[in-house]
């Protein structure tokens, strides 16, 4: 028996020893670490979407009867969020009234920032008498102070009332919703003219004014179609002004009053509404029609209230074109340092030591680069160019100031060693036997390198950028000290020659993401944009890798008969 038990033990033990040596528990291990990292993607992505997606998604409207210490009030809101929370704790913190072990409360955001202290409140269920669903009741958003909730009681012209129906009358609503989206028109077209026609005069009037400063710098006399041009100018100012003091007494003409779920009755301007709905009547195409509205505001508005809603289409623009403007200039620079430490220099000391310079450069931290290019950049370079070329408009810097160039240049030189090393390793698995029959067949080395090299390696240079792409449009503490800021009022890439405006700040999503999440006066009302920006930048670098992936692969499938390998 026991000698039976002996040949079981050594006979697992041998299939135990043949099964490792098989290599099959690697297998299993790397299936298993891919699945893991998958299962994390995925698993981020969904957090992101749920969070972020859900903020524009339109809540019903909860009307809380509350009675606390003896005091009957209502809340009117939307409940954002519940947790449980330890009686000893709310007893620690000063809430009276709480004798079980356990709590649950609530998140409301009641809004109405300008009439309560705060516009979120937390309600214990312990306090809550009774929760209503109520008809007829509204949440407008404005351009200031955030949400209103309250139900619309009349219109006012001037402060004639418009229609004198009940607060829940059909036709009261259907006309304000029209006036609503007529402001919206007022709002447009103000915004077009202060952009484009007043922005256009602006922009002519500075050019002027700095010829005018430069010809007296040169003792030069003024010539006359300068006086002639700023005439004509100030002309067009004079009628856009007087198209925007109309366009504006228009836009402050209606004002609607509303009654507050405390039973206060407020007169508010319609021009600050931006929409308004009854969440609590709206059916499910109409919630999916909102839904759309406020998804493409996101993604193509302005943000307003200190970040806090609106878009991120400006950050959206600048982190695009920075990442644009950065894999234009490093791609060269690293493809011809890694030409020339593979294909020219030798593979002595001092080449050794260069390649050891760049492998340590990848290392550096990025605060490190955002440093060296405010000092070298922006103080150094910068400022020589506004000495040399634009004198008059000192000590206003033009250059020496940080912005969309010194943020592309700092963020090349960040990812600099990334191509520098992907263009290498290319470069090396070309077989000799290639440029040595290049060369045989009688061309020279510059065309070898040119013609037959470089475009066998460019799989390999791709490869580098897509790298760099992801490195870069992730960065945001160099950006804070070379040119991103929290607010851009215009975009780099205007109508004003030379249209692409290198020297102005601009705004970028993930500084955006630094801003609302850590910078903003109100946390909890800031904290979906989070999420939905954060899900917003993940896309946008998935997009620009895949772009990149898909020239890479249409590169190697046109040089793969050459060399296999490649």
């Known amino acids: 028996m026991n000698a039976e038990r002996k040949r079981l033990y050594l006979n697992r033990r041998r299939g135990l020893g043949h099964w490792i040596r098989s290599g099959e528990p690697m297998v299993w291990f790397n299936a298993g670490a891919v699945s893991f990292s998958l299962l994390a993607v995925f698993g981020l992505l969904w957090l992101l979407a749920w969070h972020g997606l859900g903020h524009f998604w339109p809540r019903e409207l909860l009307e809380f009867s509350v009675n606390r210490d003896g005091e009957q009030y209502t809340v009117l809101g939307e409940q954002v969020s519940s947790e449980r929370v330890s009686g000893e704790q709310l007893r620690a913190a000063g809430v009276s009234g709480v004798d079980g072990q356990w709590e649950r409360r609530r998140l409301i955001k009641r809004g109405n920032r300008d009439f309560l202290d705060?516009?979120?409140?937390?309600?214990?269920?312990?306090?809550?008498?009774?929760?209503?669903?109520?008809?007829?009741?509204?949440?407008?958003?404005?351009?200031?102070?955030?949400?209103?909730?309250?139900?619309?009681?009349?219109?006012?012209?001037?402060?004639?009332?418009?229609?004198?129906?009940?607060?829940?009358?059909?036709?009261?609503?259907?006309?304000?919703?029209?006036?609503?989206?007529?402001?919206?028109?007022?709002?447009?077209?103000?915004?077009?003219?202060?952009?484009?026609?007043?922005?256009r005069i602006n922009f002519a009037m500075e050019r002027l004014r700095l010829r005018e400063r430069r010809l007296a710098m040169s003792d030069e006399p003024l010539p006359q179609w300068i006086a002639d041009e700023r005439r004509a100018l100030e002309a067009d100012y004079d009628v856009a002004r007087q198209r925007l003091l109309t366009l504006y007494e228009q836009r402050e003409r209606y004002s609607y009053r509303v009654a507050l779920a405390d039973g206060r009755e407020v007169t508010l301007p319609l021009g600050q509404v931006v929409r308004a709905i009854q969440p609590n009547d709206m059916s499910l195409p109409a919630r999916l029609d909102y839904y759309r509205v406020r998804l493409w505001e996101f993604l193509s508005d302005e943000p307003r209230?200190?970040?806090?809603?609106?878009?991120?289409?400006?950050?959206?623009?600048?982190?695009?074109?920075?990442?644009?403007?950065?894999?234009?200039?490093?791609?060269?620079?690293?493809?011809?340092?890694?030409?020339?430490?593979?294909?020219?220099?030798?593979?002595?000391?001092?080449?050794?030591?260069?390649?050891?310079?760049?492998?340590?450069?990848?290392?550096?931290?990025?605060?490190?680069?955002?440093?060296?290019?405010?000092?070298?950049?922006?103080?150094?370079?910068?400022?020589?160019?506004?000495?040399?070329?634009?004198?008059?408009?000192?000590?206003?810097?033009?250059?020496?100031?940080?912005?969309?160039?010194?943020?592309?240049?700092?963020?090349?030189?960040?990812?600099?060693?990334?191509?520098?090393?992907?263009?290498?390793?290319?470069?090396?698995?070309?077989?000799?036997?290639?440029?040595?029959?290049s060369l045989a067949l009688g061309a020279t080395r510059a065309e070898t390198l040119w013609r037959v090299v470089l475009p066998m390696a460019s799989p390999a240079m791709m490869t580098g950028v897509i790298l760099a792409v992801a490195r870069a449009a992730g960065e945001v503490a160099p950006l804070m000290l070379v040119g991103v800021v929290k607010l851009a009022p215009t975009l780099p890439l205007d109508g004003n020659f030379p249209y692409l405006h290198l020297e102005q700040k601009f705004m970028h999503l993930g500084f955006h993401i630094y801003d609302v999440g850590f910078q903003s006066p109100n946390i909890e009302a800031a904290r979906p944009l989070v999420y939905a920006t954060a899900l917003l930048l993940v896309l946008i670098i998935a997009l620009l890798n895949l772009a990149a992936v898909a020239l890479r692969n249409r590169l190697r499938e046109r040089y793969a008969a050459l060399d296999g390998s490649v």
């Not at 492998?359 to 506004?386: E, H, M, Q, R």
């Not at 033009?398 to 390793?425: D, N, Q, R």
């Open 118 to 199: 705060t516009d979120f409140a937390w309600l214990l269920d312990s306090s809550i008498v009774e929760v209503g669903r109520p008809a007829g009741v509204m949440r407008v958003e404005r351009l200031e102070w955030g949400n209103l909730y309250g139900r619309l009681v009349r219109l006012e012209d001037r402060g004639t009332p418009l229609i004198s129906t009940t607060m829940d009358s059909a036709a009261t609503w259907s006309r304000f919703q029209s006036l609503v989206a007529d402001n919206q028109a007022l709002r447009e077209e103000i915004r077009d003219i202060e952009r484009e026609e007043v922005g």
């Open 305 to 437: 209230e200190a970040n806090t809603e609106g878009g991120v289409y400006p950050a959206i623009f600048g982190t695009v074109l920075m990442v644009l403007l950065m894999s234009i200039m490093v791609t060269p620079f690293g493809v011809l340092a890694a030409v020339f430490l593979h294909e020219v220099a030798g593979q002595g000391r001092i080449t050794r030591v260069f390649r050891a310079a760049v492998n340590n450069l990848a290392g550096v931290p990025s605060i490190v680069y955002g440093i060296f290019g405010l000092g070298f950049f922006v103080y150094g370079v910068g400022g020589d160019l506004d000495q040399l070329f634009f004198p008059e408009a000192l000590p206003s810097p033009t250059y020496g100031t940080p912005g969309l160039m010194w943020a592309s240049l700092t963020l090349a030189l960040l990812t600099l060693p990334v191509v520098i090393v992907a263009t290498e390793e290319g470069l090396a698995r070309i077989p000799a036997s290639i440029r040595e029959g």
